[in-house]
């Protein structure tokens, strides 16, 4: 089976730097991933690792230590329109490597 | 194309009767996932396809769920005999492979059960 912890809320200044952790126990490990979600709408794709280390994507960075079972994602020059939830996910190499679990998601609020 | 689309964006039945979801992928991702989503949780996996093989399903996904993908196109999710408990959104997914480049998820079907 797969845990994963993350914040349940955030609260941030417009411009500021944020970090978002997550930790996972997991009974096997296949990528994390780190999405966006607005209210109402479909989680869109933010980052992928697989690999330990830093992938940075513009405003966005995604760390990965497998090791420590450990992720952040780094938000930078925050905007308001970045106020949304961010999940992430672990894949499960069980049955064929395609489930995703969820984390129950960081709600982030950016204010002025 | 325009992304993963969803039929209907909101449903409201009332208990004990039957509903069908549509969820159209991109056209050239050969894997579809349905997930379940309630109010402040992450997305609940429930099945996969690959083509139109269904290759896992969740425990969440009782005997009143069943899910198609005829020809490796379009999907289908039909909940029968709905309960209070089967309100939330369900989200469709598509892929190509194993998804290292992300899984596109349509904006979902929110169902109501009354």
């Known amino acids: 089976g797969q845990n994963i912890d993350q914040p349940t809320e955030m609260t941030a200044t417009e411009g500021a730097i944020v970090q978002i952790n997550c930790t996972y126990q997991?009974?096997?490990?296949?990528?994390l991933f780190w999405y966006q979600q607005h209210a109402g709408e479909a989680p869109t794709f933010l980052s992928y690792n697989v690999l330990d280390g830093l992938e940075e994507k513009g405003r966005f960075s995604s760390f990965l230590s497998r090791s420590k079972g450990y992720s952040y994602l780094l938000l930078k020059e925050l905007q308001m329109k970045d106020s949304a939830s961010y999940l992430c996910?672990?894949?499960?190499?069980?049955?064929?490597?395609?489930?995703?679990?969820f984390g129950t998601g960081t709600q982030l609020k950016v204010e002025l | 194309d325009t992304g993963v689309s969803q039929d209907p964006r909101h449903k409201i039945t009332k208990r004990g009767q039957n509903v069908t979801f549509r969820c159209d992928p991109i056209?050239?991702?050969?894997?579809l996932y349905w997930y379940r989503q309630t109010l402040g949780q992450g997305p609940e996996f429930l099945t996969y396809?690959?083509?139109?093989?269904?290759?896992?399903k969740s425990r969440l996904l009782s005997d009143r769920f069943s899910a198609e993908r005829p020809k490796g196109s379009f999907s289908t999710l039909e909940i029968q005999r709905t309960e209070q408990g089967d309100s939330a959104m369900y989200l469709c997914a598509s892929s190509i492979g194993q998804g290292q480049g992300g899984y596109t998820f349509g904006s979902g079907t929110r169902l109501t059960v009354v």
């Open positions: 996910a672990v894949r499960d190499p069980t049955g064929g490597g395609n489930k995703l679990t």
């Open positions: 396809f690959q083509n139109e093989a269904q290759l896992e």
């Open positions: 056209s050239e991702h050969n894997r």
């Open positions: 997991t009974s096997g490990f296949n990528g």
